[in-house]
């Protein structure tokens, strides 16, 4: 049974039936992240709803406004709220925030994440340094690369702070061999997946919403770079997000 480690469950309708079908497809533990304080309450609130959903506190990148850090430390306490995440640097979207205060915000984050002990679930645009920089900053933060999208060099580079890698359907992209390969050489015990729904998708779903259901798409593909079956990858890739995510029974 696979975990989806990073989805946007609030983006897909009716969340029974998301539920519902994913648990069906095998994928029975679903983290539900935010990108700032109103959708990180509303994933809490689903993951006290059900039993499948567990919940993530964060503020993106490229949110406009300030995140409220006193009102996410204090949501990020609930039961349900296993990472401190959506969060991250994006430098490639024009008109976002400066990259000067994304780094400021990131770092008030971080901070948070390592007081109450929960890992991060990090975004990734053209930032790449000025993220193992920070990550480097905060003594005993821990997290995941979410929708890992780098060659090797910079895969060792975050596995080497520590860090897990998380892969999503953009490694089933044609022009995606250098990923592929960062598949395969993913130390099995830092290996994550996830959709990014109702983003993400694999490349036989391209034009339609994503979801939980269709993390097998990507793990088919992951199982059979790594040579193994479909059972042993999600063996691995459970353990490791209850490893990585502490509160998740």
């Known amino acids: 049974m696979f975990v989806d480690t990073h989805l946007h469950i609030d983006e897909l309708g009716d969340a029974t039936e998301v539920v519902q079908q994913a648990v069906a497809a095998g994928v029975t533990r679903l983290i539900a992240v935010g990108v700032n304080l109103d959708r990180s309450s509303n ?23 300030e995140p409220d850090l006193a009102a996410m430390h204090a949501l990020a306490k609930d ?18 925030p400066h990259n000067d205060l994304q780094v400021q915000r990131l770092n008030e ?37 979410h929708y890992f999208g780098l060659e090797w060099d910079w895969a060792q580079r975050f ?33 994550l997946l996830e959709t990014d729904s109702p983003y993400g998708n694999a490349q036989k779903r391209m034009g339609v919403p994503n979801r939980p ?5 990507t793990a088919e593909l992951v199982a059979e770079l790594r040579g193994i079956s479909l059972e042993q990858l999600a063996d691995q890739e459970r353990a490791n997000a209850i490893t990585l995510f502490q509160k998740m029974k």
């Open 213 to 217: 259901a269709y993390l097998v798409d």
């Open 43 to 65: 994933a809490v609130s689903l993951g006290h709803a059900y039993q499948e959903v567990w919940a993530g506190v964060g503020h993106h990148p490229l949110e406009p406004s």
């Open 79 to 96: 039961e349900m709220v296993v990472v401190i995440g959506e969060i991250g640097l994006d430098f490639e979207h024009v008109g976002g």
């Open 159 to 191: 596995l080497d702070v520590g860090f897990y890698l998380s892969f999503a359907g953009l490694i089933t992209r044609p022009s995606r061999e250098a990923l592929r390969e960062v598949v395969k050489r993913c130390p099995a015990d830092r290996l």
């Open 109 to 145: 984050l971080f901070a948070i994440a390592t007081e109450l002990d929960l890992p991060v679930s990090v975004h990734n645009r053209g930032a790449a340094q000025e993220l193992l920089t920070a990550i480097s900053a905060h003594h005993g933060l821990r997290g995941v690369m």
